[in-house]
């Protein structure tokens, strides 16, 4: 197949766009300034110069692919204007560029957090009404609704995956939110998910056929809590003694992953923390 890909360089991105080479797929990425991509174009990628907000500096190279996985969003660190920019007005942009040039597949990559903290009565479903509390899954939220609209309305050929706690293979990731995390119930529980599976599953929605408008929860099988967490990482010491006495929603931040079980026969290669520590896969 013939992949586009936004994000390349980032977390997820420079993970997932090996597989994708490895798997004997042509692969484009779009990046900003080329000199941070040599690597790729080292590796056989065709790697395009453009800006997400301006499709004309890149639609040409649209012309031929098959499906475009957008992963690429300004997680922290960010003003609301530019995140806005880069999560929302850039998605939009983006999908109108492959809807213009007929490209048949768009994969939005997406968070779990856009459910927020309300659901009380057991893991988020993708039907669930979404209440994120935060400007990053907040922008996420408005993104897949336009997308959303794009595809009622125009036919793109929407797949959303909403992505849990991404970790693994060398991902710094759970460290620079363990200081964030020390303030949370020690009992509270987080989905995660490797980024083995993370490239699993955006591979299933990118090559599954006729799953247009399917969004999917992308997790592991077995929910963690902080306090392994820190004890894994022998800063047990670092949780804040206060924080056990807070009240916390059990099901936050937990998803229900049968749809992308039953749908896409996905089966994660880590169902657990564990299993990748133990695989010598973090």
């Given at each position: 197949?013939?992949?586009?890909?936004?994000?390349?360089?980032?977390?997820?991105?420079?993970?997932?766009?090996?597989?994708?080479?490895?798997?004997?797929?042509?692969?484009?990425?779009?990046?900003?300034?080329?000199?941070?991509?040599?690597?790729?174009?080292?590796?056989?990628?065709?790697?395009i110069?453009?800006?997400?907000?301006?499709?004309?500096?890149?639609?040409?190279?649209?012309?031929g692919?098959?499906?475009?996985?957008?992963?690429?969003?300004?997680?922290?660190?960010?003003d609301?204007?530019?995140?806005?920019?880069?999560?929302?007005?850039?998605?939009?942009?983006?999908?109108?560029?492959?809807?213009?040039?007929?490209?048949?597949?768009?994969?939005?990559?997406?968070?779990?957090?856009?459910?927020?903290?309300?659901?009380?009565?057991?893991?988020?479903?993708?039907?669930?009404?979404?209440?994120?509390?935060?400007?990053?899954?907040q922008?996420?939220?408005?993104?897949?609704?336009?997308?959303?609209?794009?595809?009622?309305?125009k036919?793109?050929?929407?797949?959303?995956?909403?992505?849990?706690?991404?970790?693994?293979?060398?991902?710094?990731?759970?460290?620079?939110?363990?200081?964030?995390?020390?303030?949370?119930?020690?009992?509270?529980r987080?989905?995660?998910?490797?980024?083995?599976?993370?490239?699993?599953?955006?591979?299933?929605?990118?090559?599954?056929?006729?799953?247009?408008?399917?969004?999917?929860?992308?997790?592991?099988?077995?929910?963690?809590?902080?306090?392994?967490?820190?004890?894994?990482h022998?800063?047990?010491?670092?949780?804040?003694?206060?924080?056990?006495?807070?009240?916390?929603?059990?099901?936050?931040?937990?998803?229900?992953?049968?749809?992308?079980?039953?749908e896409?026969?996905?089966?994660?290669?880590?169902p657990?923390?564990?299993?990748?520590?133990?695989?010598?896969?973090?």
């Open positions: 197949m013939n992949i586009f890909v936004t994000g390349a360089t980032g977390k997820v991105g420079s993970r997932f766009v090996p597989r994708l080479l490895q798997r004997g797929h042509n692969v484009s990425v779009l990046v900003r300034d080329a000199t941070k991509a040599g690597m790729l174009k080292q590796q056989g990628v065709n790697v110069e453009g800006d997400l907000l301006q499709p004309e500096s890149f639609s040409s190279a649209l012309r692919i098959d499906v475009v996985v957008h992963l690429a969003a300004q997680f922290r660190g960010v609301e204007s530019t995140a806005r920019k880069s999560n929302i007005d850039a998605s939009i942009s983006l999908a109108e560029a492959a809807l213009k040039v007929h490209v048949p597949r768009f994969v939005f990559a997406s968070t779990n957090l856009v459910y927020g903290t309300g659901n009380t009565s057991g893991p988020s479903r993708e039907n669930d009404p979404l209440q994120p509390a935060h400007p990053y899954p922008t996420k939220k408005i993104a897949e609704e336009a997308l959303r609209k794009l595809q009622r309305e036919g793109l050929g929407l797949r959303i995956v909403r992505l849990a706690f991404v970790y693994g293979e060398g991902d710094p990731h759970i460290t620079e939110f363990l200081p964030m995390m020390s303030k949370w119930h020690p009992a509270k987080l989905h995660m998910i490797h980024h083995a599976d993370v490239s699993q599953a955006l591979l299933l929605a990118a090559t599954s056929p006729s799953i247009d408008g399917g969004i999917y929860n992308v997790a592991d099988d077995s929910p963690i809590t902080v306090a392994e967490l820190f004890q894994l022998h800063q047990s010491e670092r949780l804040e003694a206060e924080a056990a006495q807070q009240p916390f929603n059990p099901w936050d931040m937990i998803v229900n992953t049968t749809r992308i079980r039953d896409l026969n996905y089966r994660p290669i880590y657990s923390f564990y299993t990748a520590r133990d695989a010598g896969a973090l």
